[in-house]
């Protein structure tokens, strides 16, 4: 089965899906991004970088902030594999550097370390299992893009992947396993960290569930978060948290709540839909043991929607985005293609298909993304074969490449803007992993 606009028009698929559409049939199908250059949307063609580093449009610059192994303090380096990042204003003189001017910025920083790697060293206080590498770093950085201080403010925890801003001001990390050798703690868990480093506890937020979570993105209204997994065997699901409790925000996720799990009659694979503008009617099913003490969570249910790479995921425009970055029908996926964005819409209760890439085009392996404050599209951190990519998009969501690695075939991560939306910051996951600081005209989007 494959869900078309074919398929939709005749009605043959309508009754099982629930479809809905928006707009015109004429209108909205003509999204695919595997033939587009990128040339005529954005910023104009990329230009090759002199020092081989980093590629970008004319007008715009790059810094290079944090490189994996940079020494922090005696015996503390950079540790390696950077991954999701969000950023936080320095306000009221916090930050551990100059106090912070206005216009600087916190960074926090995960680090997709398990047991291997350059090792995440904190204080006792901050380290959840000294068996494991990953982390996270906060960055202090100025409004001109310059490093003022960076320090490891979360040890101890395993394959740190993605996550997501919080409304009031923290960075959930996610643990993108279930479990690795040596262990001596459960891994598999969401942590808070907090970017002024007056709450960050190496306590595990198990309301959230056990399971390979990869980002979060969370609702500022309701302060409901929608949680995805990269696994297989079978593949992972979209979850939906929803607290028991709003007061004291900052408290919501340690007082519990309920875990559901994403599920579209009739589509048990997202692969099968492949026309952008589709419309779904969501059904969200509980978890029956969100701990995942005997069974994984995803293991849980008969019947469920799933995808095999379920990636980042951001909060914008009254929705929650989220990434699936690629779909093999010879890994046992139901359909092929080389990306999907998605949107839920918690008013609707539908997701929607925003984008896809089909195999064999320009960009392909969608994984981090951001919403952009410019034109109302998105920014994605490729993780794809051969060249990797900055992925934009245009209000219309027509990509465009942002920028391209220069140095090696190492993934791009942790896309982000700065609060007041002047720096994007993005990183090389590895050889050697780096930070990197963005500006030009944002403004002078075409299309």
């Given at each position: 089965m494959s869900v078309t606009r074919?398929?939709?028009?005749?009605?043959?698929?309508?009754?099982a899906l629930s479809i809905a559409l928006a707009g015109s049939l004429d209108g909205i199908f003509q999204t695919s991004a595997g033939a587009d250059t990128g040339e005529a949307y954005g910023y104009g063609p990329l230009i090759p970088?002199?020092?081989?580093?980093?590629?970008?449009?004319?007008?715009?610059?790059?810094?290079?902030?944090?490189?994996?192994?940079?020494?922090?303090?005696d015996g503390v380096v950079v540790p390696g594999h950077h991954d999701g990042t969000a950023t936080f204003p320095v306000q009221g003189g916090h930050g551990h550097g100059h106090g912070g001017k206005h216009g600087s910025s916190l960074l926090?920083?995960?680090?997709?370390q398990s047991n291997n790697g350059t090792r995440a060293v904190a204080p006792a206080a901050l380290t959840y299992d000294p068996a494991a590498n990953g982390g996270t770093t906060t960055l202090e950085v100025d409004r001109d893009g310059n490093l003022v201080s960076q320090y490891v403010s979360l040890a101890g925890t395993a394959t740190n992947c993605a996550g997501g801003r919080t409304p009031w001001g923290t960075w959930l990390t996610c643990e993108e396993?279930?479990?690795?050798?040596?262990?001596?703690?459960?891994?598999?868990w969401v942590f808070e960290v907090d970017p002024y480093g007056k709450k960050t506890k190496p306590v595990p937020l198990t309301a959230l569930g056990r399971f390979a979570h990869e980002a979060v993105a969370v609702d500022p209204h309701t302060l409901t978060a929608y949680l995805t997994e990269d696994a297989s065997k079978p593949f992972g699901l979209l979850y939906r948290f929803t607290p028991r409790a709003h007061r004291g925000a900052h408290h919501a996720y340690q007082e519990g709540g309920k875990l559901e799990a994403l599920n579209v009659q009739g589509v048990p694979d997202l692969s099968l839909v492949t026309e952008p503008g589709t419309r779904l009617r969501a059904q969200w099913l509980p978890v029956p043991d969100p701990s995942a003490a005997a069974t994984s969570t995803r293991k849980q249910f008969d019947t469920v929607t799933r995808s095999q790479k379920l990636e980042g995921a951001w909060w914008g425009h009254g929705k929650a985005y989220f990434v699936c970055s690629y779909s093999k029908k010879s890994d046992g996926a139901a359909g092929d293609h080389a990306g999907q964005v998605w949107t839920y819409d918690p008013r609707r209760n539908e997701i929607e298909l925003q984008l896809i890439f089909k195999p064999g085009g320009r960009f392909d392996g969608p994984d981090n993304i951001?919403?952009?404050p410019y034109g109302g599209g998105v920014i994605l951190a490729e993780d794809g074969d051969g060249e990797q990519y900055l992925i934009g998009t245009t209000r219309k969501n027509k990509p465009f490449a942002m920028a391209r690695n220069a140095l090696n075939d190492s993934e791009f991560t942790g896309v982000t803007f700065s609060p007041?939306?002047?720096?994007?910051?993005?990183?090389?996951q590895s050889d050697p992993g780096a930070t990197f600081a963005i500006t030009g005209p944002w403004h002078r989007l075409r299309g």
């Amino acid at each position: 089965m494959s869900v078309t606009r074919r398929g939709v028009v005749k009605g043959g698929a309508a009754g099982a899906l629930s479809i809905a559409l928006a707009g015109s049939l004429d209108g909205i199908f003509q999204t695919s991004a595997g033939a587009d250059t990128g040339e005529a949307y954005g910023y104009g063609p990329l230009i090759p970088d002199p020092k081989g580093v980093l590629d970008l449009p004319k007008g715009f610059s790059y810094k290079t902030l944090s490189v994996e192994g940079d020494p922090i303090s005696d015996g503390v380096v950079v540790p390696g594999h950077h991954d999701g990042t969000a950023t936080f204003p320095v306000q009221g003189g916090h930050g551990h550097g100059h106090g912070g001017k206005h216009g600087s910025s916190l960074l926090v920083r995960n680090h997709e370390q398990s047991n291997n790697g350059t090792r995440a060293v904190a204080p006792a206080a901050l380290t959840y299992d000294p068996a494991a590498n990953g982390g996270t770093t906060t960055l202090e950085v100025d409004r001109d893009g310059n490093l003022v201080s960076q320090y490891v403010s979360l040890a101890g925890t395993a394959t740190n992947c993605a996550g997501g801003r919080t409304p009031w001001g923290t960075w959930l990390t996610c643990e993108e396993t279930e479990g690795f050798t040596g262990q001596t703690k459960s891994h598999g868990w969401v942590f808070e960290v907090d970017p002024y480093g007056k709450k960050t506890k190496p306590v595990p937020l198990t309301a959230l569930g056990r399971f390979a979570h990869e980002a979060v993105a969370v609702d500022p209204h309701t302060l409901t978060a929608y949680l995805t997994e990269d696994a297989s065997k079978p593949f992972g699901l979209l979850y939906r948290f929803t607290p028991r409790a709003h007061r004291g925000a900052h408290h919501a996720y340690q007082e519990g709540g309920k875990l559901e799990a994403l599920n579209v009659q009739g589509v048990p694979d997202l692969s099968l839909v492949t026309e952008p503008g589709t419309r779904l009617r969501a059904q969200w099913l509980p978890v029956p043991d969100p701990s995942a003490a005997a069974t994984s969570t995803r293991k849980q249910f008969d019947t469920v929607t799933r995808s095999q790479k379920l990636e980042g995921a951001w909060w914008g425009h009254g929705k929650a985005y989220f990434v699936c970055s690629y779909s093999k029908k010879s890994d046992g996926a139901a359909g092929d293609h080389a990306g999907q964005v998605w949107t839920y819409d918690p008013r609707r209760n539908e997701i929607e298909l925003q984008l896809i890439f089909k195999p064999g085009g320009r960009f392909d392996g969608p994984d981090n993304i951001t919403v952009s404050p410019y034109g109302g599209g998105v920014i994605l951190a490729e993780d794809g074969d051969g060249e990797q990519y900055l992925i934009g998009t245009t209000r219309k969501n027509k990509p465009f490449a942002m920028a391209r690695n220069a140095l090696n075939d190492s993934e791009f991560t942790g896309v982000t803007f700065s609060p007041d939306g002047r720096i994007l910051f993005a990183n090389r996951q590895s050889d050697p992993g780096a930070t990197f600081a963005i500006t030009g005209p944002w403004h002078r989007l075409r299309g």
